[in-house]
């Protein structure tokens, strides 16, 4: 499957935001999704998952409570809504996708086999 992230820009603190993330092939049901995110020097970060269904989500407690993840199966395409950003979310946001089991949410960086280019998230104090 190859992905490509997209929606990435410069946004003002507190304000809003929304990925996306398209996935070419077949069967993009059969894949749990992830967002991931990377600063400069830094190593790459979880930010959340969902799982195949889009019943199970999982958030890294620095975004829970801001940062919403959905999928459109139908569309092959996966969401991050970013809302009440700060500057420390300024980052290359990556999406990621495994095959997985129905109820799985991988929140490890390793169990993600593939990987879209990156989108750029600036916000600005």
């Known amino acids: 499957v190859q992905l490509q992230a997209f929606g990435g820009g410069l946004v003002q603190a507190g304000g809003s935001l929304r990925l996306s993330c398209a996935a070419s092939g077949r069967m993009f049901s059969y894949y749990a999704m992830g967002w991931f995110r990377q600063v400069p020097g830094k190593e790459r970060e979880f930010v959340g998952a969902i799982s195949r269904s889009g019943r199970t989500t999982y958030y890294a407690d620095s975004v829970k409570g801001r940062f919403t993840i959905s999928r459109d199966n139908d569309k092959n395409t996966v969401y991050l809504q970013m809302d009440s950003l700060k500057p420390e979310d300024t980052a290359v946001y990556y999406c990621?996708?495994?095959?997985?089991?129905?109820?799985?949410?991988?929140?490890?960086?390793?169990?993600?086999?593939?990987w879209g280019q990156g989108t750029l998230v600036t916000v600005s104090s």
């Open positions: 990621a996708a495994v095959r997985a089991i129905l109820s799985h949410v991988p929140t490890i960086e390793g169990e993600y086999a593939y």
